[in-house]
């Protein structure tokens, strides 16, 4: 990604959407700003979203500063969230957040990377205005919500795309399937456990996948796009 | 002590990861005799260039003594390409808070068997509790630790025993591989923490660990200088004799042969 630009203009097809979502993510978490870059390998499709400021927006574009800002360019390279306190070295860092200090953008925030199954790359960074002892305990409490979420946003962008419209079809394991299947049948991830002789946590484990395959937000939802899709029967 | 290296600092720490590029070649390839590439004596293979986490453990000298490589479950990884045979031709886990553990290895050459610091079971513990920290702050529930028999009760001695597993056994050549779940947990934490005689964190700080190097660096660089002054000042054979075998027990050998080449040079001059 860091090779070739993210244009923060080349809005996909359903922009409006997914940038309402984000703004949603923000209400959700209790952040001020996020933006995602992704590059999708597969169709070649550079998208850049973000909920800051038009003025911040049109001056961050105009000086290229999508090109050398750490929090995109080096952050989605990590495995795992990235504080920007880390980013305070490295390269093109004071030159975007001294500009980000002029249009009072908050400079306390976290990248969060996304990996998608084609060797895709993403990146939602989430960005407020608090004290470092107020950032360190929200960013305990959102960790593991933010990277479902980041997860969720790239795959609404990659579902926006036309070309990956027709190649995407879950692929579920015949376990996640059957999890799926009993849950629709009114079983408790206890009751599941003990029917196909697993843990409880394993049952979880196959949830998780489950959801995150389907794009779902949760048990309910997967079990009804699992559905739609004819991955499972209705009950 | 657990240093933990990514793409975003990898660059500071090359030394480092050769370090452990060699330590798995000595345990995956000599060893363990998987069928892995090993070139230089250095052990690599695609998943490295997927920009994963690596967490490694080091000695007090700083050298890599343990390590173990992290990747996220929603992009490729190795159950997903390569050990799909484990998953019996069904697809892999996904999600953006499971992450894939692989090439878990413990340098039993260098370490001493038994109980306390500097053992293979500390190191173990060690590795375990840095991998689970690291995980736990990463906001990740679940690790999926693709480990041949072996490790895989290695790992349930340290306390780090899987809750359960994925697929089944299978033949990898000559060895056989299993992926077991572990749950990031403050109980599994504690566990491992109680079985170790561990408190607190076993992670480095990134700042400090830096600093510490620069200080050894410039510290070796002022030693190296003095014995370099003391050979150009010794005025016969005897007295170079006795410099030489100062250097050799104060900087060791290696450091020692180069101060002396580096003298040798100066002298030709």
Known sequence: MADRPVDLGNLGPDAEGITARMREICADLGVEYACYASNTTINGELVGLTTYPEEWRAHYLSQGHHMRDPTLTRAVHAVAPVDWSRLRNMDGYAEVFRDASDFAIPQTGLSVPIRGAFGDRGVLTLARRCSDVEWAAQKREIMQQVQLMAAQLHDDVLRSGQVLQRIRQPTLSDREKEILQWTAAGKSQQDIADILNLSSRTVEVHLRSARAKLGALNTAQAVGRAIGLRVIYPI | MILIVDALNRHEFTDILDDMYRLRARVFGERLGWEVDI?????????????????????????????????????????????????????????????????????????????????????????????????????????????????????????????????????MGKVHALAGLLDCTEERLERVR????????????????????????????????????????????????????????????????????????DSAH
């Not at chain 2, 490295?48 to 992009?75: E, K």
């Not at chain 2, 996904?94 to 053992?119: K, N, Q």
Request: overall charge negative.
């Open chain 2, 39 to 171: 070139r230089d004596g250095k052990e690599r293979d695609c998943f490295d260039d997927l920009d994963p986490a690596y967490i490694i453990g080091l000695d007090d000298d700083g050298r890599v003594i343990s390590c173990v490589r992290a990747l996220q479950t929603m992009g490729p990884h190795m159950l997903s390409d390569v050990f799909s045979d484990i998953l019996d031709g069904q697809p892999p886990v996904r999600s953006p808070t499971i992450w894939e553990a692989t090439r878990f290895c413990v340098d039993t050459d260098r370490l001493a068997r038994g109980r306390g610091a500097g053992t293979i079971a500390h190191a173990t513990c060690e590795l375990s509790l840095g991998a689970l920290e690291y995980a736990i702050e990463s906001g990740i529930t679940d690790v999926i630790a693709v480990v041949d028999p072996r490790m895989d009760r290695v790992l349930r001695m340290s306390g780090n025993g899987a809750y359960d597993y994925l697929g089944k056994t299978v033949d």
């Open chain 2, 194 to 265: 109680e079985m170790a005689g561990i408190t607190g964190s076993v992670i480095v700080d990134e700042e400090e660990f830096r600093a510490a190097r620069v200080r050894k660096a410039s510290r070796a660089a002022t030693l190296a200088q003095y014995f370099m002054d003391q050979i150009d000042a010794a005025q016969d054979s005897s007295e170079l004799q006795a410099v030489l075998e100062l250097a050799d027990t104060v900087l060791g050998p290696v450091s020692a042969r180069a101060v002396r080449e580096a003298a040798r040079a």
